[in-house]
C-alpha cells in the first residue's frame, strides 16, 4: 500500500504563504505517475473537506472554491511527491491538512497521509 508522509505545515499570519509536501512510497499498482493525488481539509469539528486535486492529465486539476485563485496544487514525479502551495493564507484556512493518493484508473491502492496543522491567526 502507498504511504505518504507531510510536512510543511506550521503558523502564519493573514496574508502569508506556506507550501506542503507529500513524499510518497510503497506503491503496489503502478508508479506515483499514475496515481490520482489530492489535499484535503479538516476544520476542527466539521468533516473533510476536498480541497484540491491533479490527476496525470493537468487537465484533471480541480479547486475547490474557497482556494480557487490563492491554492496550487503539483506534483514532481521524479521525486514521488505532492505539493500544495497556498498564498494569501486566510484564518478560514485554518485546518489539518491531509494527502490523499489513489492509483488509477481502479483506486487498487489508495492511502491516507496522517494530516498536518496549519495554522493562520495574527
Known amino acids: 500500500q502507498v504511504q505518504l508522509v507531510e510536512s510543511g505545515g506550521g503558523l502564519v499570519q493573514p496574508g502569508e504563504s506556506l507550501r506542503l509536501s507529500c513524499v510518497a512510497s510503497?506503491?503496489?499498482?503502478?508508479?506515483?505517475?499514475?496515481?490520482?493525488l489530492s489535499w484535503y481539509r479538516q476544520v476542527a469539528g466539521k468533516e473533510r473537506e476536498l480541497a484540491a486535486g491533479?490527476?496525470?492529465?493537468?487537465?484533471?486539476?480541480i479547486y475547490a472554491d474557497s482556494v480557487k485563485g490563492r491554492f496550487t496544487i503539483s506534483r514532481d514525479n521524479a521525486k514521488n511527491t505532492m505539493y500544495l502551495e497556498m498564498n494569501d493564507l486566510k484564518v478560514e484556512d485554518t485546518a489539518i491538512y491531509f494527502c490523499?493518493?489513489?492509483?488509477?484508473?481502479?483506486?487498487?491502492?489508495?492511502?491516507w497521509g496522517q494530516g498536518i496543522q496549519v495554522t493562520v491567526s495574527s
Open positions: 490523499k493518493a489513489r492509483s488509477m484508473p481502479f483506486s487498487r491502492d489508495e492511502a
Open positions: 510503497g506503491f503496489t499498482d503502478s508508479t506515483f505517475a499514475n496515481y490520482f
Open positions: 491533479l490527476g496525470s492529465d493537468p487537465e484533471g486539476i
